[in-house]
């Protein structure tokens, strides 16, 4: 069910943002508190909690042994589902996956797939026969804004928790298991342009009166490896280079945290 | 159940109540000659009815309440309003102070407005009877509005009216605090922005010891104000 | 229920994880925890994980689904994708729409519906770790987020699950208990007025150990039924010394 914001509280919004401010009090470029908790899902390859703000997401990995796409025999498999499911959110509905969730699985896929953060060549078992597919599974339990970066950073940070389940499968090359091979960490960014203004990791109301919205993906190089403008709104751009380079101390200090929760030293 | 009188006895769905020459009142239920929480909440007693007070969930219309609705669809006679209650509100072409041809709706009230509105009438389906022809009833076209929990509403106004007094007095903002609690806050924009953030205090600290004093001495430091002297 | 009779189920006159056959696995609630949603709460139970949500009363879609003189309670289970050791598909699956049926059927006899008609009070569950019992601790982790939603209830449901392992009724089956044992039996049940309001079995067991596991289910769902409340007064119990104050929050 759609959720209605009175004009009078847009107008106020908008005033606000004019005037530089922000609802919750923050600066412009400033995130909510993140809280990543890497490995809470035993079940799960690899596992971990977002939460930003009072968005709550969680990402799990599986990973099983599969036949490689015909035009890369020698690549392991990497599919991105999300599932924005009706305890998130009031607007959200039961049912397959629609067009929000499919646009979020596809950004931070591209991140993943584009970032070459996992070494597929790494994944392939037996040249056109066997190879590892790899589920990546975004599952929102809150949602308060912002969910490209709760899931993109939720991924990464996910990935880099996964132990590929070699003993588990006989076929599978290795006999003992082993960490995913991560070759780089890739962190989004997301800007929200409210009239003139541009601010990161909008939250909810601020995502309600949203123009356009700009993801960006970064990876330790400060290379950029994805970007997504969603919305009906437009950027010019000069803004867009302008949060490019704002995306660059932003995504160190991700990636910072990243690597300190996950605490993972063969990178 | 509590040692201490002054500590109040939070009841849960289930709970029975001691209440010997009590009726049931709001919140509780009967069964067998015995009086039963009905809901997560506190037990109080009025006029010889023991009822217990919500601490959680949906607001629950009542007849005679003010609250603010949002205009979420029009129709040729009437206006269907979203008041926070499980079901939205239908305002009719005659609970309006202006007289309005049939399909001329839009151009008084449109979908995002938000209004003051009275309940008038709940019927047994919950179906809700709304005007906004009284005094004191209208469009709000300026301001904006946050939502707090509704059962909060009661700590937002405060003691005879104490706490809303006082946020008016230090932020200079019109205050109009709704029982499905939205709250429509007017004045500039130094003033709303310092009003919402001390209602977000109460909400967070609503069941705080002394809370009164914690958003005074909030409201002075930030506006440098001091009504005391 | 499989039977392999090479799997060990119980040494010594204990189960495999050291537990006495009528002890229950470690379970915490956390009353709620989720922003949005109108109550919720967060289980974990040995080693599974639940989180319940609860919005409503709402108006219900599809309108046909409206009842005119009362609310449906609408559960809705399942399981994320990484629950279990094989991935699991997204989406509804025969499994779970069973369950959630059978959720919403057991919570709708504690609800006041009556108050809410043609409204829908939605009840979702989604199991993040799943370890044997997750109906049951669906089901109990949903009792407190309705309350926690301020709806209206006669009681909290709570929920248990029994069974028989090596020809030994036992409390709460464990993974390989379940896989492994010889019955099943998931219960929900009310207290206050000690009636079942869930009942499912499957597996083997004479009428004498049908009623041994269903009296080692009743008692744990009591010793349950009294976590749930502590998660509630947890959440809601905070001490007032001031009579304003208290005059306050008892909405004079």
């Known amino acids: 069910m759609k959720e209605i914001l009175s004009k009078i509280t847009k107008d106020y919004l908008y005033r606000l943002v004019k005037e530089g401010k922000r609802v919750d009090g923050r600066n412009m470029f400033e995130y909510r508190d993140i809280e990543i908790k890497a490995g809470e899902i035993e079940p799960a390859e690899g596992s971990a909690r977002v939460r930003l703000g009072d968005t709550d997401v969680y990402v799990g990995t599986k990973m099983d042994v599969g036949e490689p796409f015909p035009d890369t025999p020698e690549s392991g498999v990497l599919t991105t589902s999300a599932e924005l499911i009706p305890m998130a959110s009031p607007e959200y509905e039961s049912g397959p996956p629609g067009e929000d969730a499919t646009e979020l699985a596809r950004v931070v896929d591209r991140g993943v797939r584009e970032g070459e953060v996992v070494d597929t060549s790494e994944l392939c078992i037996e040249e056109g026969e066997k190879v590892w597919i790899l589920f990546i599974d975004i599952h929102v339990l809150d949602y308060d804004g912002n969910l490209f970066d709760a899931a993109g950073i939720?991924?990464?940070?996910?990935?880099?928790?996964?132990?590929?389940?070699?003993?588990?499968?006989?076929?599978?090359?290795?006999?003992?298991?082993?960490?995913?091979?991560?070759?780089?960490?890739?962190?989004?960014?997301?800007?929200?342009?409210?009239k003139d203004q541009i601010l990161l990791d909008s939250q909810l109301e601020e995502e309600k009166i949203a123009d356009a919205r700009l993801t960006v993906s970064l990876n330790e190089n400060d290379e950029i490896v994805a970007m997504q403008k969603g919305l009906r709104g437009v950027f010019d751009y000069e803004s867009t280079k302008e949060c490019i380079k704002k995306a660059k101390d932003i995504c160190s200090e991700t990636r910072e945290k990243v690597i300190e929760e996950v605490g993972r030293e063969n990178i | 159940m509590s040692k201490d009188e002054t500590k109040r006895e939070l009841l849960l769905p289930g709970d029975e109540i001691e209440a010997e020459g009590l009726k049931p009142g709001k919140g509780v239920f009967k069964k067998d000659g015995k009086i039963y929480a009905a809901k997560l909440g506190?037990?109080?007693?009025?006029?010889?009815?023991?009822?217990?007070?919500?601490?959680?969930?949906?607001?629950?219309?009542?007849?005679?309440?003010?609250?603010?609705?949002?205009?979420?669809?029009?129709?040729?006679?009437?206006?269907?309003?979203?008041?926070?209650?499980?079901?939205?509100?239908?305002?009719?072409?005659?609970?309006?102070?202006?007289?309005?041809?049939?399909?001329?709706?839009?151009?008084?009230?449109?979908?995002?407005?938000?209004l003051l509105i009275k309940i008038t009438d709940v019927d047994e389906q919950k179906r809700m009877q709304i005007t906004i022809d009284e005094e004191g009833l209208r469009k709000l076209d300026v301001g904006q509005i946050i939502e707090i929990p509704p059962f909060q509403v009661p700590r937002v106004i405060g003691r005879g009216g104490s706490m809303i007094s006082m946020l008016k007095k230090y932020t200079g903002c019109k205050i109009f605090v709704g029982q499905n609690g939205?709250?429509?806050?007017?004045?500039?924009?130094?003033?709303?922005?310092?009003?919402?953030?001390?209602?977000?205090?109460?909400?967070?600290?609503?069941?705080?010891?002394?809370?009164?004093?914690?958003?005074?001495?909030?409201?002075?430091?930030e506006t440098g104000k001091d009504f005391d002297d | 229920?499989?039977?392999?009779?090479?799997?060990?189920?119980?040494?010594?006159?204990?189960?495999?994880?050291?537990?006495?056959?009528?002890?229950?696995?470690?379970?915490?609630?956390?009353?709620?925890?989720?922003?949005?949603?109108?109550?919720?709460?967060?289980?974990?139970?040995?080693?599974?994980?639940?989180?319940?949500?609860?919005?409503?009363?709402?108006?219900?879609?599809?309108?046909?689904?409206?009842?005119?003189?009362?609310?449906?309670?609408?559960?809705?289970?399942?399981?994320?994708?990484?629950?279990?050791?094989?991935?699991?598909?997204?989406?509804?699956?025969?499994?779970?729409?069973?369950?959630?049926?059978?959720?919403?059927?057991?919570?709708?006899?504690?609800?006041?519906?009556?108050?809410?008609?043609?409204?829908?009070?939605?009840?979702?569950?989604?199991?993040?770790?799943?370890?044997?019992?997750?109906?049951?601790?669906g089901l109990t982790a949903a009792s407190v987020a309705l309350a926690d939603a301020g709806i209206p209830m006669s009681d909290l449901v709570a929920s248990c699950a029994s069974g028989k392992i090596e020809g030994q009724v036992v409390l709460d089956l464990g993974?390989?208990?379940?896989?492994?044992?010889?019955?099943?039996?998931?219960?929900?049940?009310?207290?206050?007025?000690?009636?079942?309001?869930?009942?499912?079995?499957?597996?083997?067991?004479?009428?004498?150990?049908?009623?041994?596991?269903?009296?080692?289910?009743?008692?744990?769902?009591?010793?349950?039924?009294?976590?749930?409340?502590?998660?509630?007064?947890?959440?809601?119990?905070?001490?007032?010394?001031?009579?304003?104050?208290?005059?306050?929050?008892?909405?004079?």
């Open chain 1, 154 to 194: 939720g991924v990464m940070a996910a990935l880099m928790d996964t132990v590929v389940p070699a003993s588990k499968f006989d076929d599978a090359k290795k006999e003992e298991d082993y960490p995913l091979p991560i070759d780089h960490v890739v962190v989004p960014a997301t800007f929200t342009k409210i």
């Open chain 3, 1 to 137: 229920m499989g039977s392999n009779k090479d799997i060990e189920l119980i040494e010594d006159g204990k189960r495999m994880d050291g537990r006495e056959f009528d002890e229950l696995r470690e379970i915490t609630i956390k009353a709620g925890v989720l922003k949005r949603a109108d109550g919720s709460a967060y289980l974990e139970w040995g080693k599974n994980k639940i989180m319940a949500a609860v919005y409503g009363p709402r108006e219900m879609h599809p309108r046909h689904a409206q009842e005119t003189r009362k609310a449906v309670v609408r559960a809705r289970y399942n399981m994320a994708a990484f629950s279990v050791p094989d991935r699991k598909r997204p989406g509804p699956d025969r499994r779970s729409i069973e369950i959630s049926k059978l959720v919403s059927e057991a919570l709708e006899k504690v609800v006041f519906t009556e108050k809410y008609p043609r409204s829908v009070i939605d009840v979702f569950i989604e199991v993040l770790q799943a370890s044997a019992g997750t109906r049951c601790g």
């Open chain 2, 42 to 114: 506190i037990k109080n007693i009025r006029k010889g009815y023991v009822n217990v007070a919500a601490q959680s969930g949906r607001y629950d219309p009542s007849e005679g309440d003010k609250v603010i609705g949002t205009v979420s669809d029009i129709d040729a006679s009437y206006w269907t309003v979203d008041v926070n209650a499980p079901f939205p509100a239908v305002l009719h072409v005659n609970d309006v102070p202006w007289r309005v041809d049939y399909g001329d709706t839009g151009s008084y009230i449109q979908v995002g407005d938000a």
């Open chain 2, 182 to 221: 939205r709250i429509w806050i007017d004045g500039d924009l130094e003033g709303q922005y310092l009003a919402v953030k001390a209602i977000k205090m109460i909400e967070e600290n609503a069941q705080a010891i002394g809370l009164t004093e914690a958003i005074e001495s909030f409201l002075k430091k």
């Open chain 3, 175 to 252: 993974k390989n208990e379940d896989n492994y044992g010889q019955a099943d039996v998931p219960v929900g049940y009310i207290p206050r007025s000690d009636d079942i309001c869930l009942l499912q079995m499957d597996g083997n067991l004479t009428e004498e150990e049908y009623e041994e596991a269903m009296d080692m289910a009743i008692e744990a769902c009591k010793e349950i039924h009294g976590i749930q409340r502590e998660a509630l007064r947890e959440r809601y119990s905070t001490e007032l010394k001031d009579e304003n104050e208290k005059d306050l929050a008892e909405g004079v």
